[in-house]
Protein backbone atom coordinates (compact mmCIF):
# COMPACT_ATOMS: atom_id res chain seq x y z
CA UNK A 1 0.00 0.00 0.00
CA UNK A 2 1.56 3.41 -0.82
CA UNK A 3 2.17 6.04 1.69
CA UNK A 4 0.08 8.47 2.98
CA UNK A 5 0.18 11.15 4.96
CA UNK A 6 -3.07 11.21 6.70
CA UNK A 7 -4.26 7.40 8.09
CA UNK A 8 -7.72 9.17 8.02
CA UNK A 9 -9.82 11.06 6.08
CA UNK A 10 -12.96 12.08 6.82
CA UNK A 11 -15.48 14.53 4.01
CA UNK A 12 -18.48 15.83 5.50
CA UNK A 13 -20.16 12.56 6.86
CA UNK A 14 -23.18 12.41 7.78
CA UNK A 15 -25.81 9.21 9.70
CA UNK A 16 -29.57 9.86 9.60
CA UNK A 17 -31.93 7.23 10.88
CA UNK A 18 -35.53 6.97 10.87
CA UNK A 19 -37.91 6.91 13.76
CA UNK A 20 -41.18 7.39 14.55
CA UNK A 21 -41.16 10.92 14.61
CA UNK A 22 -38.98 11.14 11.52
CA UNK A 23 -35.31 11.41 10.26
CA UNK A 24 -32.94 11.76 13.06
CA UNK A 25 -29.74 13.25 12.61
CA UNK A 26 -26.71 11.29 14.15
CA UNK A 27 -23.82 12.53 12.46
CA UNK A 28 -24.13 16.31 10.63
CA UNK A 29 -21.47 17.42 8.41
CA UNK A 30 -18.40 15.77 10.04
CA UNK A 31 -15.01 16.57 8.45
CA UNK A 32 -11.25 15.79 9.88
CA UNK A 33 -8.27 14.48 9.37
CA UNK A 34 -5.91 12.24 11.50
CA UNK A 35 -2.25 12.25 10.09
CA UNK A 36 -0.56 8.72 10.17
CA UNK A 37 1.10 7.78 13.63
CA UNK A 38 -0.78 10.28 15.75
CA UNK A 39 -3.57 10.01 17.96
CA UNK A 40 -6.77 11.10 18.15
CA UNK A 41 -9.51 11.40 20.92
CA UNK A 42 -13.15 11.77 20.25
CA UNK A 43 -14.96 13.41 23.18
CA UNK A 44 -18.51 14.85 23.79
CA UNK A 45 -21.82 13.49 26.12
CA UNK A 46 -23.51 10.57 26.12
CA UNK A 47 -25.09 10.55 22.34
CA UNK A 48 -23.87 13.00 20.84
CA UNK A 49 -22.66 10.72 18.15
CA UNK A 50 -19.11 9.15 19.34
CA UNK A 51 -20.15 5.49 19.47
CA UNK A 52 -21.82 6.29 15.87
CA UNK A 53 -18.41 7.70 14.48
CA UNK A 54 -16.06 5.00 15.17
CA UNK A 55 -18.34 2.53 13.83
CA UNK A 56 -18.33 4.64 10.67
CA UNK A 57 -14.23 5.22 10.77
CA UNK A 58 -13.81 1.15 11.41
CA UNK A 59 -16.46 0.71 8.17
CA UNK A 60 -18.47 -1.37 11.00
CA UNK A 61 -21.71 1.27 9.61
CA UNK A 62 -22.28 3.25 6.15
CA UNK A 63 -23.32 6.42 6.52
CA UNK A 64 -25.92 8.15 4.90
CA UNK A 65 -23.15 10.58 3.08
CA UNK A 66 -20.08 11.41 2.66
CA UNK A 67 -16.81 9.49 2.58
CA UNK A 68 -14.43 7.95 4.74
CA UNK A 69 -10.61 6.83 3.88
CA UNK A 70 -8.42 4.68 5.55
CA UNK A 71 -4.70 4.53 4.07
CA UNK A 72 -6.31 6.73 0.68
CA UNK A 73 -8.68 4.03 0.43
CA UNK A 74 -12.89 4.92 0.16
CA UNK A 75 -14.47 2.45 2.15
CA UNK A 76 -17.66 3.42 0.46
CA UNK A 77 -15.68 1.39 -2.50
CA UNK A 78 -15.21 -1.89 -1.12
CA UNK A 79 -18.39 -4.07 -0.34
CA UNK A 80 -18.74 -5.63 3.10
CA UNK A 81 -16.23 -8.40 2.47
CA UNK A 82 -13.69 -5.69 1.38
CA UNK A 83 -13.93 -3.75 4.62
CA UNK A 84 -14.23 -6.70 6.54
CA UNK A 85 -10.62 -7.74 4.84
CA UNK A 86 -9.17 -4.60 5.13
CA UNK A 87 -9.83 -4.46 8.74
CA UNK A 88 -8.26 -8.01 8.77
CA UNK A 89 -5.04 -6.60 7.46
CA UNK A 90 -4.81 -3.28 9.00
CA UNK A 91 -6.74 -2.82 12.08
CA UNK A 92 -6.56 -3.22 15.64
CA UNK A 93 -10.00 -2.85 17.71
CA UNK A 94 -10.14 -2.40 21.65
CA UNK A 95 -13.27 -2.24 23.60
CA UNK A 96 -14.54 -1.05 27.29
CA UNK A 97 -16.35 -4.97 27.82
CA UNK A 98 -12.84 -6.50 26.38
CA UNK A 99 -14.37 -8.96 23.58
CA UNK A 100 -12.40 -11.53 24.87
CA UNK A 101 -13.95 -15.40 23.85
CA UNK A 102 -14.34 -16.87 27.02
CA UNK A 103 -13.81 -20.30 25.77
CA UNK A 104 -10.17 -19.27 24.15
CA UNK A 105 -7.27 -18.65 26.85
CA UNK A 106 -5.35 -15.74 26.76
CA UNK A 107 -2.73 -17.10 24.26
CA UNK A 108 -5.95 -18.45 22.05
CA UNK A 109 -7.64 -15.38 22.17
CA UNK A 110 -4.26 -13.41 21.19
CA UNK A 111 -3.53 -16.04 17.89
CA UNK A 112 -6.98 -15.80 16.48
CA UNK A 113 -6.56 -12.58 14.06
CA UNK A 114 -3.32 -13.82 13.18
CA UNK A 115 -5.07 -17.29 12.16
CA UNK A 116 -7.69 -15.94 10.57
CA UNK A 117 -4.96 -14.22 8.41
CA UNK A 118 -3.48 -17.21 7.68
CA UNK A 119 -0.29 -16.35 9.92
CA UNK A 120 1.83 -18.04 11.93
CA UNK A 121 0.57 -17.32 15.55
CA UNK A 122 2.04 -18.97 18.67
CA UNK A 123 5.15 -17.55 18.73
CA UNK A 124 4.05 -13.43 17.84
CA UNK A 125 1.15 -14.10 20.17
CA UNK A 126 3.58 -15.48 22.98
CA UNK A 127 5.58 -12.63 22.55
CA UNK A 128 3.38 -10.14 22.67
CA UNK A 129 1.43 -11.24 25.93
CA UNK A 130 5.14 -11.45 27.46
CA UNK A 131 4.75 -7.77 25.95
CA UNK A 132 2.03 -6.89 27.91
CA UNK A 133 3.13 -8.59 31.20
CA UNK A 134 1.21 -11.75 30.78
CA UNK A 135 3.59 -14.32 30.30
CA UNK A 136 2.80 -15.83 33.05
CA UNK A 137 -1.50 -16.18 32.29
CA UNK A 138 -0.83 -17.57 28.84
CA UNK A 139 -3.06 -20.87 29.35
CA UNK A 140 -5.57 -18.54 31.78
CA UNK A 141 -9.19 -18.49 30.70
CA UNK A 142 -11.03 -14.62 30.77
CA UNK A 143 -12.93 -15.91 33.55
CA UNK A 144 -9.59 -16.30 36.14
CA UNK A 145 -8.15 -13.41 35.09
CA UNK A 146 -8.86 -9.40 36.73
CA UNK A 147 -10.48 -6.76 34.40
CA UNK A 148 -6.76 -5.45 33.52
CA UNK A 149 -5.75 -8.17 32.58
CA UNK A 150 -8.49 -8.81 30.52
CA UNK A 151 -7.77 -5.07 28.87
CA UNK A 152 -4.15 -6.56 28.43
CA UNK A 153 -4.91 -9.25 26.74
CA UNK A 154 -7.39 -7.06 24.52
CA UNK A 155 -4.33 -4.67 24.10
CA UNK A 156 -1.97 -7.56 22.68
CA UNK A 157 -4.78 -9.03 20.34
CA UNK A 158 -5.48 -5.48 19.05
CA UNK A 159 -1.30 -5.16 18.22
CA UNK A 160 -0.14 -8.42 17.49
CA UNK A 161 -0.30 -7.74 13.81
CA UNK A 162 1.13 -4.28 13.78
CA UNK A 163 -1.93 -3.14 12.82
CA UNK A 164 -1.95 0.70 10.92
CA UNK A 165 -4.89 1.69 13.01
CA UNK A 166 -6.03 1.10 16.24
CA UNK A 167 -9.50 1.90 17.24
CA UNK A 168 -10.16 2.18 20.87
CA UNK A 169 -14.04 2.18 22.35
CA UNK A 170 -13.94 3.71 25.70
CA UNK A 171 -10.97 1.25 26.36
CA UNK A 172 -10.28 2.15 30.42
CA UNK A 173 -14.25 2.54 30.93
CA UNK A 174 -14.91 -0.53 33.09
CA UNK A 175 -11.08 0.17 34.95
CA UNK A 176 -10.49 1.69 38.52
CA UNK A 177 -8.31 5.09 37.93
CA UNK A 178 -5.13 2.58 38.77
CA UNK A 179 -5.32 0.34 36.29
CA UNK A 180 -6.61 2.19 33.40
CA UNK A 181 -3.82 4.23 33.96
CA UNK A 182 -1.62 1.62 33.26
CA UNK A 183 -3.53 0.19 30.98
CA UNK A 184 -3.25 3.74 28.55
CA UNK A 185 0.31 3.66 29.46
CA UNK A 186 0.86 0.58 27.17
CA UNK A 187 -1.13 1.54 24.71
CA UNK A 188 0.42 4.74 23.67
CA UNK A 189 3.91 3.08 24.30
CA UNK A 190 3.22 0.20 22.36
CA UNK A 191 1.72 2.79 19.52
CA UNK A 192 4.74 4.48 19.42
CA UNK A 193 6.85 1.80 18.76
CA UNK A 194 4.66 0.04 16.05
CA UNK A 195 4.18 4.10 14.45
CA UNK A 196 0.27 3.34 15.21
CA UNK A 197 -2.30 5.95 14.55
CA UNK A 198 -4.78 5.56 17.56
CA UNK A 199 -8.03 6.72 17.76
CA UNK A 200 -10.02 6.82 21.03
CA UNK A 201 -13.37 7.42 22.03
CA UNK A 202 -13.49 8.34 25.74
CA UNK A 203 -14.89 10.34 28.67
CA UNK A 204 -11.41 10.36 30.21
CA UNK A 205 -10.45 13.70 30.11
CA UNK A 206 -6.92 12.45 30.93
CA UNK A 207 -6.62 10.07 28.55
CA UNK A 208 -8.00 12.48 26.02
CA UNK A 209 -5.18 15.08 27.14
CA UNK A 210 -2.73 12.51 26.46
CA UNK A 211 -3.82 12.19 22.53
CA UNK A 212 -2.04 14.58 19.94
CA UNK A 213 -5.22 16.31 18.82
CA UNK A 214 -9.08 16.20 20.19
CA UNK A 215 -12.23 16.76 18.74
CA UNK A 216 -15.76 17.46 20.66
CA UNK A 217 -19.01 16.46 19.19
CA UNK A 218 -22.13 18.23 20.15
CA UNK A 219 -25.65 16.77 18.76
CA UNK A 220 -23.85 14.98 16.06
CA UNK A 221 -21.72 18.15 15.07
CA UNK A 222 -18.12 19.12 15.62
CA UNK A 223 -17.94 22.09 17.25
Given at each position: MNVVTNAIEVKKLCKQVSDATGILNILDDVSFSVAAGKSI??????????????????????????????????????????????????????????????????????????????????????????????????HHYPSTLSGGEQQRVSIARAFVQRPVLIFADEPTGSLDEATGSTIINLMFEMAAQQ?????????????????????????????
Open positions: AITGASGSGKSTLLGLLAGLDQPSTGEVQLLGESLSSMDEDGRAAFRAHHVGFVFQSFQLLPNLTALENVMLPLELAGLSATEPATKMLERVGLGARLGTTLVLVTHDTSLAARCDRQIVLQGGRLI
